[in-house]
Structures are given as C-alpha cells and as structure tokens.
C-alpha cells in the first residue's frame, strides 16, 4: 500500500523538511511505500531522498512526471519539436533519479493531447515516437515505465486500457507496463474487474481513489470487488493513493490506510 506524494516537492531547503514530514506520517499509518511527483527532478538529491527513506522503512515505488506537463507544459505529443525534445530531456533526467531509488516511472498526463487544428492522429505519431526513445533508453537503464489510461476529459490519447495495451503491443514496447487508475477507469471502462483481468500481464501499479476522486470509500466504487479482481490476477504490485486531498489532506491520508488495510485483511 503506497501514497502519492507531491507535486513538485516544495523548494530547497524546505522541500526535505516537507518531505520528512511525509514520510513519517505515512510509516506511521501503515503505508509500505510513497510514490512521488516532481516537475523538476534534476534539482533534487537522491541521496537525501533515499536516506530519508530508509529511516522510515518506505519504498519509493514510482515517480509521477505530471507536474512537467501540468507546471512546465512539456509533454511528448506536442506539435513544437523543440518542447517535446525538451520533454524527452526532462524524462531522461527523471529516468536517473527513478534508476537510484529503484523505482517505476510513469507516463501519465506528460503524453499531452492534441491541440487546436492539429489532428489527433498526428498527436498519436509523435507520441508513439517519444514512447518508443524512452522505453529503448528504459531497456537500457534497467527502469520499468509505466503507461496510464486517462480519462477523455482530460486527454483525448489513450483513454482506456485497450487504448494502452494496443500502444504497448504496435511499438513493441518491452520496458513499459501499464498503471490503471480507479477514477479512470469508472469513466472509461466498462467493468473495472473485467479490464484488471484483461490487463493481467501487463499492469504494474494501480492508483486508487473513488468514483468522484475522494479517497476510497468516499464514492460508490465497489473496492471489494476490485480487490478480488487483483488477487484473482495475482497482482503483487502497489495500491498507491491517489485521490483529492478531501474532505482536507490529514483525513485523507489517514482514512485510505484505515480503508485499504480493511480491505487487505
């Protein structure tokens, strides 16, 4: 069990105290790992970071690119060459940080969507391109990619796991699994146990949060029923928290741990 953490972790000095802040809580509700988001990653100390985590028995199990989309408005379909080289340059770097802490990285929003007059099938070309350069370079890392379905509310490529598993097997991508999300999936697929059954050989990671992107337990998604699809799948991976920070951020964290650990029981 995992949670996010983020984005962008503060400034230095500052952001090491806000990340041991973190840390701490996390250990002491019962999380096994955190996940992190960052928008700039080669300012950051992966030794501090790993140390920190070490101290408070955590594995740093993914780290979230969003924030360079989001914050920075890189991402790999971008009609300018020059951002998405840029892109690709600042997913090299996460790629780094990700190899020292032994984690996965994730491709989530930082794909971007087609914009203006620019067709959607261009937008899916040159993202196929910049998955292909970064998953040749994740084989030679040894660092594991991960690929997220997003809703088509927020992105118009690759919207469900078909979407990402059709990607995955035309690019003949070999580093890179697939990350399901539960809010994603109410609005994309037709039954979230069905596509975790479907996905069974490629999913690596799952965020977790209800029907309106509450913590769990705070919709109308059936989490037991997801939780059976998993074991019936074997799923070894994370359920990492990934929800609004509601109804504010200390219950938040604190209600998924009590729910999932309910759960997992």
């Not at 337990?217 to 074991?231: C, N, T």
Request: glycine residues 10%; aromatic residues 6%.
């Amino acid at each position: 069990m995992g949670c996010l953490i983020g984005p962008g972790l503060g400034k230095a000095p500052a952001r090491y105290k806000e990340l041991e802040k973190a840390f701490d809580l996390c250990a002491k509700l019962g999380y096994d790992g955190v996940e992190l988001f960052v928008d700039r990653p080669e300012n950051l100390d992966p030794t501090k970071i790993l140390a920190l985590a070490r101290i408070h028995q955590l594995e740093i199990t993914a780290l979230g690119t969003g924030p360079i989309y989001v914050r920075r408005g890189l991402s790999l379909s971008a009609e300018d060459s020059s951002t998405r080289l840029k892109t690709l340059s600042a997913l090299r770097n996460c790629m780094s940080l990700a190899k020292s802490f032994g984690s996965l990285l994730t491709i989530g929003s930082i794909r971007g969507r087609s914009q203006g007059g620019d067709s959607r099938s261009k937008a899916l070309r040159r993202l196929g391109e910049g998955l292909g350069t970064i998953d040749e370079l994740a084989s030679h890392q040894g660092v594991g990619l991960l690929l997220e379905p997003i809703n088509r509310y927020e992105t118009d490529l690759i919207n469900t796991a078909d979407h990402a598993l059709s990607m995955i097997k035309n690019l003949s991508l070999t580093s890179t699994g697939l990350l399901l999300d539960t809010f994603h999936m109410n609005i994309e697929e037709r039954s979230i146990p069905e596509s975790i059954r479907k996905c069974r050989r490629s999913l690596a990671h799952l965020h977790v949060a209800d029907s309106n992107r509450w913590p769990p337990g705070y919709g109308h998604l059936d989490f037991q029923q997801i939780i059976r699809a998993l074991r019936a799948v074997k799923y070894e991976g994370y359920l990492s928290s990934e929800s609004l920070p509601k109804p504010d951020r200390m219950t938040a964290v604190k209600s998924t741990a009590t729910y999932l650990k309910g759960l997992l029981k």
